[in-house]
């Protein structure tokens, strides 16, 4: 697949990017040697691997999940302006 200048226009349009001439040449330039590596990386027979998450095994240490912090939230919403039930009171801003 090989993009024409028209639609590297109508992609720059959507974006709302603002190219010069020799800006969109260029632009489609790249964009037309992405679509041929894609067009490369899809002709591959893949049939019989196995999907993977990471090119190497590996295993991510995890700390264990404790709380660390005490509980400090009355303190907080002491100094609010205003709360209820435990929860932050703000303006309405969404009509």
């Known amino acids: 697949m090989s993009l024409n200048p028209e639609e590297v226009r109508r992609i720059v ?3 709302r990017l ?3 001439p020799e800006e ?3 632009t ?3 964009l037309n040697d992405i679509l041929s590596f894609i067009e490369q990386l899809q002709a591959v027979d893949t049939t019989g691997v196995a999907p ?3 090119a190497m095994d590996v295993v991510q ?3 264990a999940d404790a709380v660390t912090e005490p509980d400090r939230r009355d303190v ?3 100094i609010a302006p205003e709360t ?3 929860l932050y009171l703000v303006p309405k801003v969404i009509e």
């Open 13 to 15: 349009r959507l974006a």
């Open 18 to 20: 603002e190219l010069s």
């Open 24 to 26: 969109a040449g260029r």
């Open 28 to 30: 489609r330039d790249q």
């Open 52 to 54: 993977m998450a990471h």
């Open 61 to 63: 240490r995890l700390r």
């Open 76 to 78: 907080f919403q002491a």
């Open 84 to 86: 209820e039930a435990g």
